[in-house]
């Protein structure tokens, strides 16, 4: 069934694919715990990572295969626009770097493993909780597909296709069975280790191709000519090499709003707490912005694509376009095809991490604030590692009949919704490790709220191709503007929650509405690691 | 106990219209307080914290690099200039950090 397959890139992929999955599984074995049933052993390492080891970890997280195939599309596709992923990823951490280290002190205090285990600990509400769980799964699932997407632009390029299902999936599945084995055994500690390998592939492969592409393709200047040329013969308005009036408001809160949802999410939340120490966390805040200028320099191979002719595989639908196949077919028109198959694996690898990462994320919601919560409230440690490694299974089937029974695109459009409806934990879970003013209730509301708007705008958004959920851009003339401005719609929803949930606090405040309990003290946000921790009873917890 | 930097920022919360000390004021206490717990310093306060701000605000002013002249090495000035912010966000961290480093570690 697979007849067009390069043979060299494929072996070169397939060798480091195997490797690397060796790796997951010796991983069970690499800085032994005394057991590993426990779910700060399978979810969280240990709590032990170092400063390096959270650095490849969180970097090899936050930075997936997707967002290397997607961004340099974005920029193929858009131009500047796309470029907006390197302030994203340039804000986000000194703008992280004091909230971080109060999530991980409070968590390391309590036995917290997920961002809905501190709402729960700091609001005291089981149904706020729920709500942040839920949110967390639901927009995880998705990301997950997304993962998928990437390995499958590689394996499209590859030759790995076809007609009937069976032969376009079939790797895929093949693929993420090996990963469901591996997280199930080793859990956070297989993609810890195995996200040094995927972090140097990457690497090498940038390093490379950003010396020798402008060499054959004449130097930036001719990259950046050929992009520019495109992009004024093209009809639409919003592309081109800047920024113009109407798309400079979409640049900006695009940028901050993704900024605000990234350490929102459950997985990068399990990588964070998975660090040792609060130094861990300040020193990989400065260190991380490494993976920020790979990033961009990986963005613009979307240009260098245009000035190589680069056109893109046909998409699931006939007729359309896959541009995230650009990248790959990059690299296969311009290397010999062993250094194809090199940076195949690296986007490959680069999936895996990710995917494993934030399988145990949801697999950790699900155990804590749904199993633990409601269905079995006396649960041991290990029935919740033994828990959290089942739900890890499920949630990969679930991420791969997104990806086999729905359209690709579909998985797109969720994940896009995803950063907007991640934001609207920001209340409970950022604001709350700072002050917790807000009513229970008023959270709740102001997270329908958000919700419920954020969804509406987003489903609004259409382009020439496509009616409802084309993009997060929203038109700001919806609202009755007279401009043809677009602002991201995550960031506009989160503002509404914001609104929501302090009038609400005010209200429920008037009302005298009963309060949650809060099981955390003031000291607990700054206990580090050589200080008494574990999971006690507010009132016997000990002041630093 | 140990030694901390001065008064100043304590946390991005301040920059928000809230306080702690203020708000907590109208709750019927539900936490059970120990004897120094909300009195106590705030570890992490530092003036240096202010820092962070700049290399979050920067990058978002559009204006000053929607622009393709003056260019570097064949970029136009949106793409180097972009690029040239992670420097800032590493150096204003790296920086906080060695500031507010406790001392004696």
Same mark, same amino acid.
């Given at each position: ?189 297989? !993609?810890?280790?195995? &996200?040094? *390998?995927?972090? /140097?592939? #990457?690497? %090498?492969?940038? +390093? @490379? ?126 290397? !010999?095809?062993?250094? &194809?198959? *090199?940076?195949? /694996?690296? #986007?490959? %690898?680069?999936? +895996? @991490? ?99 708007l954020?969804?509406?705008m987003?489903?609004t ?13 929203f038109s700001l003339s919806k609202l009755g503007f007279d401009t043809?401005?677009?602002i991201?719609?995550?960031?506009v ?52 | ?105």
């Amino acid at each position: 069934m697979w007849k067009n397959v390069n043979g060299v890139e494929f072996t070169v992929f397939a060798v480091l694919f195997v490797a690397v999955s060796v790796m997951g599984f010796v991983a069970a074995k690499w800085r032994r715990p005394t057991t590993m049933e426990h779910l700060d052993e399978w979810g969280l390492g240990g709590r032990s990572f170092g400063s390096w080891i959270t650095w490849f970890l969180v970097g090899g997280d936050l930075y997936t295969a997707y967002t290397f195939v997607a961004v340099p599309a974005l920029i193929f596709g858009a131009g500047a626009t796309g470029f907006f992923a390197v302030p994203y990823t340039v804000i986000i951490y000194p703008m992280v770097f004091l909230i971080l280290v109060r999530l991980w002190s409070v968590s390391k205090k309590h036995g917290l493993v997920t961002p809905a285990d501190f709402v729960r600990a700091r609001f005291g509400s089981p149904t706020l909780a729920l709500l942040i769980a839920v949110t967390g799964i639901v927009a995880t699932m998705p990301y997950i597909a997304l993962q998928l997407v990437g390995i499958e632009s590689v394996l499209k390029t590859v030759g790995l296709t076809g007609d009937s299902t069976l032969a376009r999936h079939l790797p895929i599945i093949i693929a993420f069975a090996i990963l469901a084995a591996y997280t199930y055994q080793s859990g956070l500690r297989a !993609p810890a280790l195995i &996200a040094f *390998v995927k972090d /140097a592939l #990457i690497y %090498i492969v940038i +390093l @490379v191709a950003i010396i020798a592409l402008p060499a054959k393709l004449g130097g930036w200047d001719a990259i950046f000519g050929a992009a520019q040329a495109k992009f004024d013969k093209s009809p639409a308005v919003t592309d081109g090499i800047l920024l113009n009036a109407n798309n400079q408001l979409q640049y900006i809160t695009l940028a901050l709003g993704s900024a605000l949802a990234l350490f929102l999410y459950p997985h990068s939340v399990t990588g964070v707490l998975a660090s040792k120490n609060r130094s861990v966390i300040k020193r990989n805040m400065s260190a991380l912005p490494a993976y920020s200028l790979m990033l961009g320099l990986l963005a613009l191979l979307g240009y260098a694509a245009i000035a190589a002719k680069i056109t893109p595989l046909p998409g699931a639908k006939p007729g359309t376009a896959d541009n995230n196949t650009v990248v790959p077919l990059l690299f296969h028109s311009q290397f !010999p095809s062993w250094f &194809a198959g *090199v940076a195949f /694996a690296a #986007i490959g %690898i680069g999936a +895996l @991490v990710p995917a494993a990462i934030m399988s145990i994320a949801a697999a950790n919601l699900f155990t804590r604030n749904i199993y633990r919560e409601y269905l079995n409230k006396d649960a041991t440690p290990a029935q919740e590692a033994k828990v959290s490694k089942i739900a890890s299974l499920v949630v990969k089937v679930g991420a791969l009949l997104c990806i086999v029974l729905l359209d690709p695109q579909f998985s797109i459009d969720l994940q896009l919704i995803g950063g907007v409806i991640i934001l609207q934990t920001l209340p409970a879970v950022a604001l709350g490790l700072f002050t917790r003013w807000f009513h229970k209730g008023a959270l709740i509301a102001g997270w329908a709220v958000g919700m419920g708007l954020g969804l509406w705008m987003v489903y609004t958004v259409s382009s020439a191709t496509r009616p409802h959920w084309a993009g997060s851009a929203f038109s700001l003339s919806k609202l009755g503007f007279d401009t043809k401005m677009t602002i991201y719609a995550g960031f506009v929803a989160v503002l509404a929650n914001l609104v929501i949930a302090v009038l609400g606090t005010f209200l429920l405040r008037a009302l005298k509405a009963p309060e949650g309990q809060d099981a955390t003290q003031r000291a607990d946000y700054f206990t580090d690691e050589d200080e008494p921790s574990g999971s006690v009873a507010p009132t016997e917890a000990a002041v630093a | 106990m140990r030694d901390f930097a001065g008064p100043g920022l304590v946390s991005f919360a301040h920059i928000l219209p809230f306080r702690k000390e203020a708000l907590t004021m109208g709750e019927p206490a539900p936490t059970p307080s120990s004897p120094d717990g909300d009195r106590a310093e705030n570890p992490d306060r530092s003036p240096w914290n202010w820092l962070l701000i700049i290399p979050v605000v920067v990058p978002l002013i559009t204006v000053l690099f929607n622009h393709s002249t003056p260019k570097l090495f064949g970029f136009p000035l949106f793409y180097w200039l972009q690029l040239a912010f992670i420097v800032l966000g590493v150096g204003a961290t790296t920086l906080v950090y060695q500031l507010t480093k406790k001392r004696g570690r």
